[in-house]
């Protein structure tokens, strides 16, 4: 090749690599918010949780929580929580919120079921007469690899969560 080529491609090889950086990669929007689309809630037929209804399912899950340190202490193995299958959207906040608040208390959690504890949790809509409670929580600690296993402790507690028959189905 001769001088002048040479030269040339030199120049225009920075040129060339520069220009890539502007090439749009991954979930580049061009510029503009990026909005996941709208949830549409008759899918499931199930009404979307409001900021209140989390507020109380956050207070309840961390209620919950903080009674049963208390009575039966820290975990000394690391803690598996099991997402209930199907995962509707109550039961994905509360598996989040239970999450959370186990961390906070110094919680460790682990991944594989074999490793520890396994934390499960219910809720269900309850009628106590002349009573604003109309959810009962419930975290079961099994021994084992699910469910199936031993069941070791409970607790239970009743709650106010904002219309509940709306968001549970």
Same mark, same amino acid.
């Given at each position: 090749?001769?001088?002048?080529?040479?030269?040339?491609?030199?120049?225009?090889?920075?040129?060339?690599?520069?220009?890539?950086?502007?090439?749009?990669?991954?979930?580049?929007?061009?510029?503009?918010?990026?909005?996941?689309?709208?949830?549409?809630?008759?899918?499931?037929?199930?009404?979307l949780?409001?900021?209140?209804?989390?507020?109380?399912?956050?207070?309840?899950?961390?209620?919950?929580?903080?009674?049963?340190?208390?009575?039966?202490?820290?975990?000394?193995?690391?803690v598996?929580?099991?997402?209930?299958?199907?995962a509707?959207?109550?039961?994905? %906040?509360?598996?989040?919120?239970?999450?959370?608040?186990?961390?906070?208390?110094?919680?460790?959690?682990?991944?594989?079921?074999?490793?520890?504890?396994?934390?499960?949790?219910?809720?269900?809509?309850?009628?106590?007469?002349?009573?604003?409670?109309?959810?009962?929580?419930?975290?079961?600690?099994?021994?084992?690899?699910?469910?199936?296993?031993? %069941?070791?402790?409970?607790?239970?507690?009743?709650?106010?969560?904002?219309?509940?028959?709306?968001?549970?189905?």
């Amino acid at each position: 090749m001769t001088r002048p080529t040479l030269r040339a491609l030199a120049l225009f090889f920075p040129v060339l690599l520069l220009s890539a950086c502007n090439m749009p990669t991954g979930y580049v929007y061009h510029d503009q918010l990026y909005k996941a689309p709208v949830q549409d809630s008759s899918a499931s037929g199930a009404a979307l949780i409001s900021q209140t209804q989390a507020a109380q399912i956050y207070r309840a899950m961390s209620d919950l929580t903080t009674r049963l340190t208390q009575r039966a202490g820290l975990a000394p193995r690391p803690v598996y929580v099991e997402t209930p299958a199907p995962a509707t959207q109550i039961q994905t %906040l509360m598996d989040n919120d239970l999450r959370d608040t186990l961390r906070r208390l110094g919680y460790t959690l682990t991944g594989d079921p074999a490793q520890g504890y396994v934390i499960a949790h219910r809720i269900k809509p309850v009628k106590i007469e002349n009573s604003p409670l109309n959810a009962e929580i419930a975290l079961d600690i099994f021994d084992g690899r699910s469910k199936k296993e031993t %069941l070791l402790t409970s607790e239970t507690g009743f709650y106010r969560i904002d219309s509940l028959d709306k968001i549970i189905r």
